[in-house]
């Protein structure tokens, strides 16, 4: 049974699609469904704090407005949408996030906004099918 379904959103088309079916699957089964995204591209040595809010600030701004987008969609299903928005590498955090709150499935897109070797399959998606202690679902 799933009771608890995480969508990883980094808000590439991949993504994208995955929220989608993310959104068919929970309403049909009657889940609660969350969100995660994860800021990666925050400075590593901020120099000055206002350099590191700056940066911030911004990964929060187009987080916060994809998770405001995807509750908005959510609720047009009849879907109750949590999210949240964390600072890290986004394998660690992910597979943290999913150990502390039982979730049951995990749902990601096949390749995301990454680097190079990610054309082929995500590095982030490939590292998470391995690591994480729930089932996966990669939508492609």
């Not at 079916?21 to 400075?43: D, K, N, Q, S």
Request: aromatic share 6%; with cysteine.
């Amino acid at each position: 049974m799933l009771a608890q379904i995480l969508i990883a959103h980094d808000g590439s088309d991949n993504a994208r699609k995955a929220f989608d079916f993310a959104l068919e699957l929970t309403a049909r089964v009657g889940a609660r469904l969350r969100m995660i995204c994860v800021e990666e591209e925050l400075p590593r040595h901020a120099e000055v704090i206002d350099e590191f809010r700056e940066e911030k600030d911004r990964a929060d701004s187009y987080f916060g407005q994809l998770a405001d987008h995807c509750r908005t969609r959510a609720a047009l299903h009849s879907v109750s949408l949590e999210t949240v928005i964390l600072p890290g590498h986004a394998v660690r955090v992910i597979g943290d996030y999913i150990e502390q709150n039982n979730v049951d499935l995990l749902i990601i897109g096949f390749t995301g906004h990454s680097r190079i070797y990610e054309h082929i399959w995500g590095g982030t998606a490939h590292n998470l099918t391995g690591t994480v202690r729930c089932n996966v679902l990669v939508v492609k």
